[in-house]
Antibody
Protein backbone atom coordinates (compact mmCIF):
# COMPACT_ATOMS: atom_id res chain seq x y z
CA UNK A 1 0.00 0.00 0.00
CA UNK A 2 1.21 3.47 -0.90
CA UNK A 3 1.26 5.64 2.20
CA UNK A 4 3.02 8.34 4.17
CA UNK A 5 3.23 8.40 7.97
CA UNK A 6 4.40 11.51 9.81
CA UNK A 7 5.77 11.58 13.34
CA UNK A 8 7.71 13.85 15.66
CA UNK A 9 5.18 16.53 16.47
CA UNK A 10 4.56 17.84 19.95
CA UNK A 11 4.67 20.82 22.29
CA UNK A 12 7.81 22.93 22.09
CA UNK A 13 8.79 26.28 23.58
CA UNK A 14 9.45 29.31 21.38
CA UNK A 15 13.01 29.27 20.11
CA UNK A 16 13.21 25.51 20.36
CA UNK A 17 13.84 22.84 17.73
CA UNK A 18 11.91 19.84 16.51
CA UNK A 19 12.45 17.26 13.80
CA UNK A 20 9.52 15.76 11.92
CA UNK A 21 9.78 12.48 10.07
CA UNK A 22 7.77 11.17 7.14
CA UNK A 23 8.10 7.45 6.45
CA UNK A 24 7.03 6.31 3.01
CA UNK A 25 5.88 2.86 1.95
CA UNK A 26 4.84 1.50 -1.41
CA UNK A 27 7.05 3.89 -3.38
CA UNK A 28 10.54 5.40 -3.33
CA UNK A 29 10.91 8.94 -1.97
CA UNK A 30 14.01 9.60 -4.05
CA UNK A 31 11.99 9.14 -7.25
CA UNK A 32 9.53 11.88 -6.34
CA UNK A 33 9.46 15.46 -5.14
CA UNK A 34 8.67 15.29 -1.43
CA UNK A 35 6.82 18.22 0.10
CA UNK A 36 5.81 19.52 3.51
CA UNK A 37 2.56 21.48 3.84
CA UNK A 38 1.10 22.93 7.04
CA UNK A 39 -2.22 24.22 8.31
CA UNK A 40 -2.31 26.60 11.24
CA UNK A 41 -5.44 26.57 13.44
CA UNK A 42 -8.29 28.25 11.61
CA UNK A 43 -6.14 28.92 8.55
CA UNK A 44 -5.69 27.43 5.09
CA UNK A 45 -3.07 25.13 3.64
CA UNK A 46 0.43 26.58 3.29
CA UNK A 47 3.33 25.05 1.36
CA UNK A 48 6.48 24.80 3.51
CA UNK A 49 9.25 23.01 1.61
CA UNK A 50 10.21 20.61 -1.16
CA UNK A 51 13.14 18.25 -1.67
CA UNK A 52 13.70 17.33 -5.31
CA UNK A 53 14.86 14.01 -6.75
CA UNK A 54 18.38 15.37 -7.09
CA UNK A 55 18.40 16.49 -3.46
CA UNK A 56 17.93 20.19 -4.06
CA UNK A 57 15.50 22.05 -1.81
CA UNK A 58 13.23 25.10 -1.78
CA UNK A 59 11.43 26.79 1.10
CA UNK A 60 8.59 29.21 1.70
CA UNK A 61 9.74 32.67 2.73
CA UNK A 62 8.12 32.18 6.16
CA UNK A 63 10.49 29.33 7.08
CA UNK A 64 13.60 29.90 4.96
CA UNK A 65 16.73 29.96 7.12
CA UNK A 66 14.98 28.21 10.02
CA UNK A 67 13.69 24.95 8.52
CA UNK A 68 15.64 22.32 6.61
CA UNK A 69 14.19 19.40 4.69
CA UNK A 70 16.18 16.30 3.86
CA UNK A 71 15.73 12.62 3.11
CA UNK A 72 17.34 9.30 3.96
CA UNK A 73 17.04 7.03 0.95
CA UNK A 74 18.06 3.96 2.96
CA UNK A 75 15.11 4.52 5.31
CA UNK A 76 12.81 5.84 2.57
CA UNK A 77 12.07 8.73 4.92
CA UNK A 78 11.87 12.50 4.60
CA UNK A 79 12.61 14.92 7.43
CA UNK A 80 11.79 18.49 8.37
CA UNK A 81 14.22 20.00 10.85
CA UNK A 82 12.58 23.04 12.45
CA UNK A 83 14.76 25.49 14.39
CA UNK A 84 14.06 28.84 16.06
CA UNK A 85 10.40 27.92 16.32
CA UNK A 86 7.82 30.67 16.72
CA UNK A 87 4.22 30.71 17.88
CA UNK A 88 3.13 31.21 14.28
CA UNK A 89 4.70 27.85 13.34
CA UNK A 90 1.94 26.13 15.34
CA UNK A 91 0.16 23.94 12.81
CA UNK A 92 -0.62 20.47 11.59
CA UNK A 93 2.26 19.46 9.33
CA UNK A 94 1.51 17.18 6.40
CA UNK A 95 3.95 15.26 4.25
CA UNK A 96 2.99 14.76 0.61
CA UNK A 97 4.52 13.93 -2.73
CA UNK A 98 4.57 15.42 -6.20
CA UNK A 99 4.87 12.37 -8.44
CA UNK A 100 5.98 14.53 -11.37
CA UNK A 101 3.74 12.59 -13.74
CA UNK A 102 1.02 14.93 -12.50
CA UNK A 103 2.27 18.45 -13.05
CA UNK A 104 2.84 20.12 -9.67
CA UNK A 105 0.07 18.09 -8.00
CA UNK A 106 0.20 16.27 -4.65
CA UNK A 107 -1.38 12.82 -4.89
CA UNK A 108 -0.48 11.05 -1.64
CA UNK A 109 -0.77 12.70 1.80
CA UNK A 110 0.00 11.63 5.33
CA UNK A 111 -2.44 12.12 8.20
CA UNK A 112 -0.39 14.95 9.63
CA UNK A 113 1.42 15.64 12.89
CA UNK A 114 0.60 18.52 15.23
CA UNK A 115 3.27 21.00 16.27
CA UNK A 116 2.42 23.43 19.06
CA UNK A 117 4.86 26.23 19.86
CA UNK A 118 4.01 27.72 23.23
CA UNK A 119 5.56 28.56 26.55
CA UNK B 1 -1.41 35.81 2.50
CA UNK B 2 -2.18 33.64 -0.52
CA UNK B 3 -1.73 34.80 -4.10
CA UNK B 4 -4.68 32.65 -5.20
CA UNK B 5 -8.11 34.00 -4.28
CA UNK B 6 -11.18 31.81 -3.68
CA UNK B 7 -14.62 32.69 -2.29
CA UNK B 8 -14.81 31.94 1.45
CA UNK B 9 -17.91 29.80 1.12
CA UNK B 10 -20.47 28.41 -1.31
CA UNK B 11 -23.62 26.43 -0.64
CA UNK B 12 -26.40 24.63 -2.43
CA UNK B 13 -29.11 22.06 -1.82
CA UNK B 14 -28.49 18.31 -2.22
CA UNK B 15 -28.38 17.31 -5.87
CA UNK B 16 -27.56 20.80 -7.05
CA UNK B 17 -24.32 22.14 -8.50
CA UNK B 18 -21.70 24.47 -7.07
CA UNK B 19 -18.71 26.11 -8.69
CA UNK B 20 -15.62 27.42 -6.91
CA UNK B 21 -13.41 30.00 -8.56
CA UNK B 22 -9.67 30.44 -8.10
CA UNK B 23 -8.17 33.70 -9.30
CA UNK B 24 -4.44 34.18 -9.80
CA UNK B 25 -1.99 35.82 -12.17
CA UNK B 26 0.33 35.11 -15.07
CA UNK B 27 3.08 33.96 -12.70
CA UNK B 28 0.96 31.15 -11.31
CA UNK B 29 -2.32 29.97 -12.89
CA UNK B 30 -1.65 31.73 -16.17
CA UNK B 31 1.42 29.65 -16.97
CA UNK B 32 1.16 26.55 -14.79
CA UNK B 33 -1.18 23.65 -14.14
CA UNK B 34 -3.85 23.81 -11.44
CA UNK B 35 -4.84 21.12 -8.94
CA UNK B 36 -7.79 20.97 -6.55
CA UNK B 37 -8.06 19.32 -3.12
CA UNK B 38 -10.84 18.40 -0.75
CA UNK B 39 -9.95 18.76 2.92
CA UNK B 40 -11.62 18.04 6.21
CA UNK B 41 -9.43 19.65 8.90
CA UNK B 42 -7.47 17.05 10.83
CA UNK B 43 -7.58 14.58 7.98
CA UNK B 44 -5.38 14.11 4.94
CA UNK B 45 -6.28 16.38 2.00
CA UNK B 46 -7.50 14.50 -1.06
CA UNK B 47 -6.48 15.28 -4.64
CA UNK B 48 -9.59 15.82 -6.77
CA UNK B 49 -8.26 17.40 -9.97
CA UNK B 50 -4.76 17.67 -11.47
CA UNK B 51 -3.39 19.10 -14.72
CA UNK B 52 -6.31 21.59 -14.72
CA UNK B 53 -9.02 19.10 -15.63
CA UNK B 54 -7.94 15.50 -14.98
CA UNK B 55 -9.36 13.28 -12.25
CA UNK B 56 -7.26 10.71 -10.39
CA UNK B 57 -8.52 7.17 -10.30
CA UNK B 58 -11.43 6.82 -7.89
CA UNK B 59 -12.64 10.42 -8.07
CA UNK B 60 -16.22 10.50 -9.41
CA UNK B 61 -17.04 12.50 -12.52
CA UNK B 62 -19.26 14.75 -10.40
CA UNK B 63 -16.04 16.70 -9.85
CA UNK B 64 -14.66 18.69 -12.79
CA UNK B 65 -11.99 21.29 -13.34
CA UNK B 66 -11.28 23.94 -15.92
CA UNK B 67 -8.86 26.81 -16.51
CA UNK B 68 -9.08 29.99 -18.53
CA UNK B 69 -6.35 32.59 -18.52
CA UNK B 70 -5.40 33.38 -14.94
CA UNK B 71 -8.44 31.73 -13.35
CA UNK B 72 -9.53 28.18 -12.64
CA UNK B 73 -12.83 26.65 -11.61
CA UNK B 74 -13.89 23.53 -9.73
CA UNK B 75 -17.39 22.22 -10.33
CA UNK B 76 -19.29 19.78 -8.17
CA UNK B 77 -22.56 18.38 -9.50
CA UNK B 78 -25.10 16.18 -7.74
CA UNK B 79 -24.09 17.69 -4.40
CA UNK B 80 -24.07 15.27 -1.47
CA UNK B 81 -23.78 15.82 2.28
CA UNK B 82 -20.47 13.99 2.12
CA UNK B 83 -19.13 16.81 -0.07
CA UNK B 84 -19.19 19.23 2.87
CA UNK B 85 -15.53 20.17 3.28
CA UNK B 86 -12.94 22.82 2.48
CA UNK B 87 -11.67 22.98 -1.09
CA UNK B 88 -8.34 24.42 -2.19
CA UNK B 89 -6.80 25.23 -5.55
CA UNK B 90 -3.04 24.93 -5.91
CA UNK B 91 -0.33 25.54 -8.49
CA UNK B 92 3.29 26.58 -8.92
CA UNK B 93 4.23 30.25 -8.82
CA UNK B 94 7.18 31.07 -11.06
CA UNK B 95 7.84 34.46 -9.45
CA UNK B 96 7.80 33.12 -5.89
CA UNK B 97 9.58 29.95 -7.04
CA UNK B 98 7.31 27.85 -4.87
CA UNK B 99 3.98 26.06 -4.68
CA UNK B 100 0.95 28.15 -3.73
CA UNK B 101 -2.50 27.28 -2.40
CA UNK B 102 -5.71 29.20 -2.70
CA UNK B 103 -7.39 30.81 0.29
CA UNK B 104 -9.83 27.91 0.54
CA UNK B 105 -13.61 27.60 0.11
CA UNK B 106 -16.01 25.96 2.54
CA UNK B 107 -18.77 24.03 0.80
CA UNK B 108 -22.05 23.63 2.66
CA UNK B 109 -24.96 21.43 1.66
CA UNK B 110 -28.20 23.10 2.70
Amino acid sequence: EVQLVESGGGLIQPGGSLRLSCAASGFTVSSNYMIWVRQAPGKGLEWVSVVYRGGGTKYADSVRGRFTTSRDNSKNTVYLQMNSLRAEDTAVYYCTRDPITMKDAFDIWGQGTMVTVSS
Amino acid sequence: QSVLTQPPSVSAAPGQKVTISCSGSSSNIGNNYVSWYQHLPGTAPKLLIYDNDKRPSGIPDRFSGSKSGTSATLGITGLQTGDEADYYCQTWDSSLSGYVFGTGTEVSVL
